[in-house]
C-alpha cells in the first residue's frame, strides 16, 4: 500500500492486488469469497477515508492500473470485475455516493517486479 495523493478534483488509492477469490472465474467456497469480498472492501474503505474529499462526487471516472510482477496475459475484463469490493470500499467511504455514478475507463496494466499493487484514480466530474 501505499500514500493517497488528492488534489481538488482527483483521489488517488494505492490497493494490493485483488485476491484471485475475488476473480469471476475463481470457484472458492461462498465463505472464502465472502472473506476476501470483505477485506479488500474494507481496506479501500480505509484508505480512501484519508483523502476523500468534503462533499461525495455524484458522478466521476475511474481508472485502475494494475501493477504486475510479469508480462503474462490477463483478461481486462475480469481485472475490473475482481475490483468491484474496492469500488464499494470508495462508495463506504463517500469519495462518490453511489458506486453507480463511476464511470469505468480502459484497465492499464503495467510492470514493477518490486511492488505488484492497484491504482484506483477517481477523477470528479463537473454536474
Known amino acids: 500500500m501505499r500514500e493517497q495523493v488528492r ?4 483521489v488517488t488509492v494505492t490497493l494490493p492486488l485483488p485476491s484471485y477469490n475475488l476473480n469471476p472465474n475463481a ?17 479501500a474503505y480505509l484508505l480512501a477515508l484519508v483523502d476523500r474529499p468534503p462533499a ?3 458522478v466521476a471516472h475511474v481508472t485502475c492500473r494494475f501493477y504486475f510482477r510479469d508480462l ?11 475490483m468491484k469490493p474496492a469500488f464499494d470500499g470508495l462508495a463506504d467511504a463517500r469519495v462518490i455516493a ?3 455514478g ?10 514493477d517486479r518490486g511492488d ?5 484514480t477517481v477523477e470528479r ?3
Not at 488534489?7 to 482527483?10: A, C, F, K, V
Not at 503474462?72 to 475482481?82: E, F, G, K, V
Request: proline content about 9%.
Open 72 to 82: 503474462r496475459r490477463r483478461d481486462r475484463d475480469n481485472l475490473l470485475a475482481s
Open 125 to 127: 466530474i463537473a454536474p
Open 102 to 111: 463511476l464511470i469505468h475507463q480502459p484497465v492499464e496494466m503495467a510492470v
Open 7 to 10: 488534489d481538488r478534483e482527483r
Open 27 to 43: 470457484r472458492p467456497h461462498w465463505r472464502k469469497k465472502a472473506q476476501a469480498v470483505r477485506s479488500y472492501r474494507e481496506i
Open 56 to 58: 461525495p462526487w455524484t
Open 98 to 100: 453511489d458506486d453507480a
Open 116 to 120: 505488484p499493487r492497484v491504482e484506483v
